[in-house]
Structures are given as structure tokens and as C-alpha cells.
DNA sequence: CGTATCATGTAACATGTTACATGATTTT
DNA sequence: AAAATCATGTAACATGTTACATGATACG
């Protein structure tokens, strides 16, 4: 039922993983999609492994660390997680803090909210640098047409996630350009 | 803190409203920016107006129904609304069920997936009629470069929407053409 | 004659975020 | 000497969702 669940199995569906290695997959490579606290990743896994989701497949203890515990998905997890997946359900909202923001604009004085715009750019070029970077990692290792690869996925996910970082810069740009013109009126 | 707060501030520095316009605006109207229950509308209405950043200015009573409360912004809510609006924070996490389950597309057969898109298509391309249909409504009551117009920002953000659903709309077509080459292949 | 609308609100539940706790070791 | 890393986990808090309660009237 609860998104983080299918989060978790999506990452295990590829490969084995600790609860630790889903926390680091989530908050850095799989950011900025998705993140995911401890309190979250380690109890689900727990219920998961009880609902025979996953199995524990190995428990490493490096001396004085807590053991490591790593978990592979199951059948059961597998068809899950397809069932999950082709589950058809509406699509959601867009909720993002800066729209509401942006909706205030014309509060605000243009050369303040153009100061603005030109931070949240800055963020979306961070992500876009990103994402960028990982289509080369990974378009590298992957057989053109082979949509049964994991990394067919990934790319496409990742471009979405490029496209998107496109779209919001352009959408900056234009903004700044209008309130420029507003500005220019003014004098 | 809260965000709603300053959505429901938003919405309440264009005009006087009531719970209830609010509920509609978001679900409505607003829809599918954002969303609000009243159990979060209703509570948060009560305590701004004890911060003194609403206040009530009317009360009506139409027979049977339970009374109309209008709520105005005072001044001390529109600085505060400002001051948010202007305030930097880092960008938010894109956070879209459906980017998920695309991650998972290797483990689904092509031809169930592009069924699967197709749905989804569906939904984007109502919601790009809808913010087309906004665009046409607003755009004549605006005048051009007014950006102190709160119709400036209506317009920015749906822009934005829609410029949104297009992109989704585009990505979906890209992934289903990747799909049908691959199912060609395999025959 | 059942359902939708107006209009407030509460209660129960699900989910998500931030901070804390442990504790040796490696890096700065 | 201080901070970050590995690795598990808990607790407190904030936020969001779904369902319920009231109750007269208008609509199909």
C-alpha cells in the first residue's frame, strides 16, 4: 500500500541490497526523485522480509559495526512489484513550494523576484549537471533496444528528470524576461 | 512553517473567502496544483486569525446552513506572505509515482507497458485541456506587462502547468516508440 | 426518492521529516 | 582534535488523507 514500500523493492528488484545501501541510493544517486529516512527504510523492511517480500541473504559484521544486513527480493516481491506496476491509478498533483511562490509574484517588486528566479535557476542547473552526468555513466553500458535491461529504465527515468530540469530553467528565463520588460516600462 | 498556510494566504491576498471557497479554489479550480482537506483548511483558518494575519468580516447566516466565515488578509498577512514568497529554499524532489513504476519498466512485457502509457497520456492530456482552457479565460482579462496584476502570475504558473503536461506528454510518446521498435525487433 | 450542494468541523489513520542514540575507525 | 563514515534503529513531531457528522434544500 505505502509508496516507500514499492521505492524499496524497485532498487532490491535489481539487485541485493542493505538498508543502509537503499538509504544511499535514495539520497544520492536516485536524488533528487526520492529520499528516504532510516526510521522508514529499516521497519519496512522488517514488515517486507515478515510478508516474505525479501529475504535476508546475508549478515555481515565487520567487527565492532552493527551487522550488515542485506536483503534480496523474492518471487513473491517480484510479481508484487510488477502487479504494483501496471496497477493503473490517477496521476498526482504537481506540489512544488515555488508555483505557490510564483503565484505571488506580482506582489513582490520585479527586481527583487527576478533575484529570485536567478537562485531557484541556479538549483535547476545543479540537477540538470547531474543528470546529465548520468546519462553518460550510464548509456555507456547499455544495448540499444533492449528494454528488458534495467538501465533502459534508468535512462528513460533520467530523461524525464533532464527534461523536466529543461523546462523549469526555460520557464525561469522566460519569467525574468517579462518582469525585465515591466521594469523597462516603469523608467 | 506550514505550507498551507501560505497557500491558503495566496489564495486570500486576491480576495475576501470562506473555508469553503478556499476547499474549491484548491480542488477546483486550483486543481491539480494542490489539494486541501478541510480538517487542514478549517484549523489553520482559525489560528491566522488569532496571529491576526486574517480576520473575519463577515458572518453569514443563510437559514438551515451552518454560517458563511469570510476571511480578509490584514497587512500583517500580506508582509508575512511577502516575506515567504521571497525567502530562498532549496528546490523540491520531483517525487512522481508514475517516474517509479517507468523505473520498473524492464521487468514489464512492452506491449502491457505501452497499454500503460497510453492511460497515463490520457490523464496528461486532460489536464493540458484544462490549463489551455484557464489560459484562453485569463489571457483576456489581463493587460499586457502588468506584472503587479495578479492575473501576471495566474497566467505564469499555469504556463508552467502546461508546459509540464506537455513534456510528460512527449516523454510518454518516446518511451512507447522505444517500446514498438523493441517489439518489432523480437518478431 | 436518492443524490448533490452548501458549510462547518472532528477523528482516525497513514505517511514523512528531523533529531537522537550507539560506537569504533578513518579522514581532514 | 574534530568531523565524517558505516550501520543499525527509535522517538517525537509535522503533515496529509479519508471518513464521518450535521442538516435543510434543490435537482434529476
Redesign the pocket.
Known sequence: ????RYALLSLLAREPL????I??QMNDRFAPFW??????V??E??KMESEELVTLISV?Q????????VYEITDIGKTTLAEWTIEPKEVEKVRDDFLIKAYNSWMIPPAEMIERLKDIKVQHEERLAIYERKMVELSGQFKLFDTSDPNFSSISVIQFGAQYERLYLAWCEDLIEKLNLSLQQQK
Open positions: 500500500m505505502s509508496l516507500i542493505s538498508g543502509y545501501d538509504k544511499q529520499k528516504a529516512g532510516s526510521n522508514q529499516y521497519p523492511l522488517s555481515e565487520h567487527s565492532y559495526r552493527p551487522a550488515r544486513k
